[in-house]
């Protein structure tokens, strides 16, 4: 595969009115092997994406509050198999949905689920005492059952309270049921599962979260442009959000479509589960750190045996998310790519985020990779731009393929 095919393609998103704009980097044994950036940050304004645009990662957090999980991990302040009871003594008791209206069947999705949410009351679903209680490592593998099955995320739907903070959210979530038995399924917690561990390394560190990220994370990585919260310079630089309808695209940036509004964000809610804003550079310094064992520029953030254990298969049981696929420890792993018609190699991980942000991994080719895009209806790792660059990337750069 030639590398001419990767512009062919994006811009056959933009002409098609796929995409807005976008940004690429790639950089294989250290080397910078591709860095390219593509059509609008503002279409109306006709103000062109920028190396220094801002997107909007949601998701791609994620991975952000597992490595400060796993720095408190490091410091002997948490244990991977602590119950959550520890710091959030509310959690101890927890109950199990046990009702046979909420059982997932093959070929449900979310739009199946609407008439549920119609007449759905969490206080007539049915259930049942929790054989033991939710862990960290449950958490960060999506197989504690918060908020992970229909009931649950019929629970997330129909919260449409602003979030005032951490705390405030995790005393809700203490009150939610498990969609299964901690340790026994996995799928995937949106909000609930890592802004819990977001609350705990507050507790663990003494700091907000988002003050402590800044220390222990972004400024050793110099992730300048990378926040909770903007400034109005950032703001400047923040690409506008789109949603695709009847084959066109439609500015959505500040309506009910947007990031503030998608997660309910006060004033005061520091959202590690996917509220960060960041650059394509910026975030390729956290990947560059994974691949590179902890270290980015002399700087430690993680240990090298931290990071493996992230990119190992992190629950208790094998679970996959989906074939040939299992969860590390806030990324998502390629195990067996075969399987699961993926192109990249075995051991590749990462995530993605829901407006269409994505990252990978790839010890085994020394390979890692950003793409940016803020298109608000793309779904995270489903999106079928995020495989196709994964697609792009592993041809032109993995193995011995040519560049």
């Known amino acids: 595969m030639n590398v001419g095919e990767i512009n062919n393609t994006i811009q056959g998103y933009l002409n098609n009115?796929?995409?807005?704009?976008?940004?690429?980097?790639?950089?294989?044994?250290?080397?910078?092997?591709?860095?390219?950036?593509?059509?609008?940050?503002?279409?109306?304004?006709?103000?062109?994406?920028?190396?220094?645009?801002?997107?909007?990662?949601?998701?791609?957090?994620?991975?952000?509050?597992?490595?400060?999980?796993?720095?408190?991990v490091e410091q002997g302040k948490i244990g991977l198999d602590d119950s959550v009871s520890r710091w959030l003594p509310a959690f101890r008791s927890l109950r199990v949905v046990s009702d046979k209206r909420y059982e997932w069947h093959e070929g449900m999705n979310m739009l199946s689920l609407l008439p549920k949410l119609l007449f759905f009351r969490a206080d007539r679903v049915k259930t049942v005492p929790a054989v033991r209680?939710?862990?960290?490592?449950?958490?960060?593998?999506?197989?504690?059952?918060?908020?992970?099955?229909?009931?649950?995320?019929?629970?997330?739907?129909?919260?449409?309270?602003?979030?005032?903070?951490?705390?405030?959210?995790?005393?809700?979530?203490?009150?939610?049921?498990?969609?299964?038995?901690?340790?026994?399924?996995?799928?995937?917690?949106?909000?609930?599962?890592?802004?819990?561990?977001?609350?705990?390394?507050?507790?663990?560190?003494?700091?907000?979260?988002?003050?402590?990220?800044?220390?222990?994370?972004?400024?050793?990585?110099?992730?300048?442009?990378?926040?909770?919260?903007?400034?109005?310079?950032?703001?400047?630089?923040?690409?506008?959000?789109y949603k695709r309808k009847k084959d066109r695209l439609t500015d959505v940036t500040g309506t009910k479509n947007d990031m503030d509004s998608m997660l309910h964000r006060g004033p005061g809610y520091v959202a590690a589960s996917g509220g960060l804003f960041s650059t394509?550079?910026?975030?390729?310094?956290?990947?560059?750190?994974?691949?590179?064992?902890g270290t980015w520029n002399g700087n430690q953030v993680l240990r090298p045996e931290t990071v493996a254990q992230m990119s190992t298969e992190g629950a208790l049981t094998h679970l996959e998310t989906e074939p040939g696929y299992?969860?590390?420890?806030?990324?998502?792993?390629?195990?067996?790519?075969?399987?699961?018609?993926?192109?990249?190699t075995a051991g590749t991980y990462g995530w993605s985020g829901a407006f269409g942000t994505h990252f990978f991994v790839s010890p085994a080719d020394k390979l890692e990779a950003v793409w940016c895009t803020n298109r608000t209806d793309l779904e995270g790792s489903g999106?079928?731009?995020?495989?196709?660059?994964?697609?792009?990337?592993?041809?032109?750069?993995?193995?011995?393929?040519?560049t």
């Open 17 to 72: 009115q796929e995409i807005a704009g976008g940004a690429l980097l790639v950089r294989r044994n250290g080397e910078l092997v591709y860095e390219n950036t593509w059509g609008w940050a503002d279409i109306a304004a006709q103000r062109p994406i920028e190396e220094d645009a801002i997107y909007r990662m949601m998701s791609m957090t994620k991975p952000v509050t597992a490595a400060a999980v796993m720095q408190q």
């Open 133 to 241: 209680e939710i862990t960290i490592r449950d958490l960060l593998s999506h197989s504690s059952g918060l908020q992970q099955g229909i009931a649950g995320l019929l629970v997330y739907k129909k919260d449409t309270a602003v979030k005032e903070s951490l705390e405030a959210e995790c005393e809700k979530y203490s009150r939610l049921f498990l969609d299964f038995q901690p340790g026994t399924g996995t799928s995937y917690s949106p909000l609930a599962g890592f802004d819990v561990l977001g609350r705990i390394v507050e507790l663990t560190s003494d700091e907000p979260l988002d003050a402590y990220m800044k220390a222990h994370i972004f400024d050793p990585l110099d992730m300048r442009d990378t926040a909770f919260r903007l400034t109005k310079e950032q703001e400047s630089r923040l690409v506008h959000a």
């Open 280 to 293: 394509v550079q910026d975030y390729e310094h956290f990947a560059r750190m994974l691949l590179d064992g």
């Open 326 to 344: 299992v969860w590390g420890l806030g990324v998502k792993i390629r195990q067996d790519p075969e399987k699961g018609g993926s192109p990249c």
């Open 383 to 402: 999106s079928y731009i995020s495989k196709k660059i994964e697609d792009l990337v592993f041809g032109c750069f993995a193995g011995e393929a040519e």
